[in-house]
Protein backbone atom coordinates (compact mmCIF):
# COMPACT_ATOMS: atom_id res chain seq x y z
CA UNK A 1 0.00 0.00 0.00
CA UNK A 2 1.35 3.40 -0.77
CA UNK A 3 1.88 6.15 1.71
CA UNK A 4 1.78 9.76 1.71
CA UNK A 5 3.54 12.01 3.58
CA UNK A 6 3.18 15.72 3.17
CA UNK A 7 5.37 18.32 4.45
CA UNK A 8 6.27 22.06 3.68
CA UNK A 9 3.75 23.63 5.47
CA UNK A 10 4.28 26.95 7.62
CA UNK A 11 2.83 30.41 8.92
CA UNK A 12 3.51 32.90 6.46
CA UNK A 13 2.76 36.44 5.57
CA UNK A 14 0.17 37.33 2.98
CA UNK A 15 2.00 37.81 -0.48
CA UNK A 16 4.54 35.26 1.20
CA UNK A 17 5.89 31.49 -0.83
CA UNK A 18 5.93 28.13 0.34
CA UNK A 19 7.07 25.18 -1.22
CA UNK A 20 5.17 21.62 -0.45
CA UNK A 21 6.38 18.21 -1.00
CA UNK A 22 4.24 15.05 -1.10
CA UNK A 23 6.67 11.87 -1.06
CA UNK A 24 4.89 8.26 -2.00
CA UNK A 25 5.99 5.25 -0.44
CA UNK A 26 5.88 3.53 -3.35
CA UNK A 27 6.74 4.05 -7.54
CA UNK A 28 3.54 2.80 -8.24
CA UNK A 29 2.01 6.48 -7.88
CA UNK A 30 3.96 7.03 -10.94
CA UNK A 31 1.05 5.83 -13.69
CA UNK A 32 -1.40 8.38 -11.53
CA UNK A 33 -2.83 11.41 -12.20
CA UNK A 34 -1.83 13.26 -8.45
CA UNK A 35 -3.65 16.02 -7.08
CA UNK A 36 -3.72 18.55 -4.46
CA UNK A 37 -6.01 18.91 -2.10
CA UNK A 38 -6.87 21.61 0.72
CA UNK A 39 -9.35 21.81 3.53
CA UNK A 40 -9.88 24.91 6.03
CA UNK A 41 -11.72 24.89 8.67
CA UNK A 42 -15.70 24.29 8.40
CA UNK A 43 -15.29 23.26 4.40
CA UNK A 44 -15.22 20.04 2.70
CA UNK A 45 -12.18 19.26 0.92
CA UNK A 46 -11.20 20.29 -2.33
CA UNK A 47 -9.08 19.52 -5.54
CA UNK A 48 -6.53 23.02 -6.02
CA UNK A 49 -4.02 20.98 -8.28
CA UNK A 50 -3.83 18.01 -10.38
CA UNK A 51 -1.06 16.52 -12.52
CA UNK A 52 -1.11 13.78 -15.05
CA UNK A 53 1.65 10.72 -15.22
CA UNK A 54 2.33 12.85 -18.45
CA UNK A 55 3.03 16.43 -16.42
CA UNK A 56 -0.28 18.19 -17.71
CA UNK A 57 -1.36 20.07 -15.17
CA UNK A 58 -4.92 21.76 -14.08
CA UNK A 59 -6.01 24.01 -11.48
CA UNK A 60 -8.75 25.51 -9.78
CA UNK A 61 -9.79 29.09 -10.64
CA UNK A 62 -8.85 30.24 -7.20
CA UNK A 63 -5.17 29.30 -7.51
CA UNK A 64 -4.83 29.51 -11.07
CA UNK A 65 -1.46 31.55 -12.03
CA UNK A 66 -0.25 31.40 -8.38
CA UNK A 67 0.31 27.71 -7.75
CA UNK A 68 2.23 25.31 -9.73
CA UNK A 69 1.60 21.86 -9.47
CA UNK A 70 5.38 19.19 -10.60
CA UNK A 71 6.13 16.38 -10.05
CA UNK A 72 9.71 13.79 -9.90
CA UNK A 73 8.45 10.59 -10.74
CA UNK A 74 12.68 9.53 -9.87
CA UNK A 75 11.71 10.77 -6.68
CA UNK A 76 7.95 9.30 -6.25
CA UNK A 77 7.54 13.35 -5.06
CA UNK A 78 4.52 15.84 -6.20
CA UNK A 79 5.63 19.53 -5.05
CA UNK A 80 3.07 22.47 -5.17
CA UNK A 81 4.62 25.88 -5.50
CA UNK A 82 2.53 28.36 -3.72
CA UNK A 83 3.29 32.37 -4.57
CA UNK A 84 1.25 35.37 -3.54
CA UNK A 85 -0.74 33.42 -0.66
CA UNK A 86 -3.73 34.48 0.78
CA UNK A 87 -5.56 34.36 3.60
CA UNK A 88 -8.09 32.01 2.15
CA UNK A 89 -5.38 29.82 1.15
CA UNK A 90 -4.92 28.56 4.92
CA UNK A 91 -5.82 25.31 5.21
CA UNK A 92 -4.56 21.45 5.48
CA UNK A 93 -2.89 20.21 2.29
CA UNK A 94 -3.17 16.96 1.33
CA UNK A 95 -2.08 14.96 -2.00
CA UNK A 96 -3.54 11.87 -3.40
CA UNK A 97 -4.76 10.51 -6.69
CA UNK A 98 -7.49 12.21 -8.83
CA UNK A 99 -10.37 11.41 -9.95
CA UNK A 100 -10.39 8.73 -7.68
CA UNK A 101 -8.61 8.99 -4.31
CA UNK A 102 -6.25 5.57 -4.85
CA UNK A 103 -4.44 5.76 -1.31
CA UNK A 104 -4.81 6.21 2.25
CA UNK A 105 -4.72 9.88 3.00
CA UNK A 106 -1.83 11.59 4.60
CA UNK A 107 -1.71 13.57 8.33
CA UNK A 108 -1.33 16.81 5.28
CA UNK A 109 0.38 19.47 6.11
CA UNK A 110 -0.94 22.88 7.81
CA UNK A 111 -0.58 26.21 6.03
CA UNK A 112 -1.70 29.64 7.63
CA UNK A 113 -1.42 32.36 5.49
CA UNK A 114 -1.91 35.26 8.57
CA UNK A 115 0.12 38.92 9.17
Known amino acids: QVQLVESGGDLVQPGGSLRLSCAASGSIFRIYTMGWYRQAPGKQRELVAR???????NYADSVKGRFTISRDNAKNTVYLQMNSLKSEDTAVYYC?????????WGQGTQVTVSS
Open 96 to 104: NAFPSVRFN
Open 51 to 57: ITSGGST
